[in-house]
T-cell receptor, first 109, second 115 residues
Framework: GQNIDQPTEMTATEGAIVQINCTYQ??????LFWYQQHAGEAPTFLSYNVLDGLEEKGRFSSFLSRSKGYSYLLLKELQMKDSASYLCAPRRSNYQLIWGAGTKLIIKP | DAGITQSPRYKITETGRQVTLMCHQT?????MFWYRQDLGHGLRLIYY???????DKGEVPDGYVVSRSKTENFPLTLESATRSQTSVYFC??????????????FGAGTRLSVL
């Protein structure tokens, strides 16, 4: 079967660092995507991991541990515009994505 | 404009009516997808298409019909709308692995209300 767990909501302060965790169980795992979705808008691609380790892209980094079924998205130097939902999406061997319900991140001044 | 566009952006209809949501992409991506997004749920796959004239069911296909006569268009039809189909619908297309890791790119969405 497949199951994805990520926190429903998190709050952080502008300028701080926040880590959004995602645990997953999926058959035929073939990589993991993180997407950002602002309220009322479409999801947009943030990062992709297929091997274990950390992928860094500017203020955003994503980590994957395949053996633990675990990933996290790290956001540094938080800005108000980072207030959004963050969607964890493991990819199966048939290249289809399984989507988590998302973590709503609230940034406070 | 290049990209993926959905129409209409907002739609209100009544139960029992047929509704068609349109999706158009200019990248010539082979794969296209229809998802619905509801509060408390992740994106749920309704139907997908690997190429023109090739479509397949996703996780929640009941009550929906798709067609893909041309690579660039992938319309979604609700044959007889029900209140449970009130949702936000997203169309997506997928870039080839060798170019962009199979990233899915989304349209802006259609917010559908069935009264």
């Amino acid at each position: 079967g497949q199951n994805i767990d990520q926190p429903t909501e998190m709050t952080a302060t502008e300028g701080a660092i926040v880590q959004i965790n995602c645990t997953y169980q999926t058959s035929g795992f073939n990589g993991l995507f993180w997407y950002q979705q602002h309220a009322g808008e479409a999801p947009t691609f943030l990062s992709y991991n297929v091997l274990d380790g950390l992928e860094e892209k500017g203020r955003f980094s994503s980590f994957l541990s395949r053996s633990k079924g675990y990933s996290y998205l790290l956001l540094k130097e938080l800005q108000m515009k980072d207030s959004a939902s963050y969607l964890c999406a493991p990819r199966r061997s048939n290249y289809q994505l399984i989507w988590g319900a998302g973590t709503k991140l609230i940034i406070k001044p | 404009d290049a990209g993926i566009t959905q129409s209409p952006r907002y739609k209100i209809t009544e139960t029992g009516r047929q509704v068609t949501l349109m999706c158009h992409q200019t990248w010539s991506h082979s794969y296209m997808f229809w998802y619905r997004q509801d509060l408390g749920h992740g994106l749920r796959l309704i139907y997908y298409s690997a190429a023109a004239d090739i479509t397949d069911k996703g996780e929640v296909p009941d009550g929906y019909v798709v067609s893909r006569s041309k690579t660039e268009n992938f319309p979604l039809t609700l044959e007889s709308a029900t209140r449970s189909q009130t949702s936000v619908y997203f169309c997506a297309s997928r870039a080839p692995q060798e170019i962009a890791k199979n990233i899915q790119y989304f349209g802006a969405g259609t917010r559908l209300s069935v009264l």
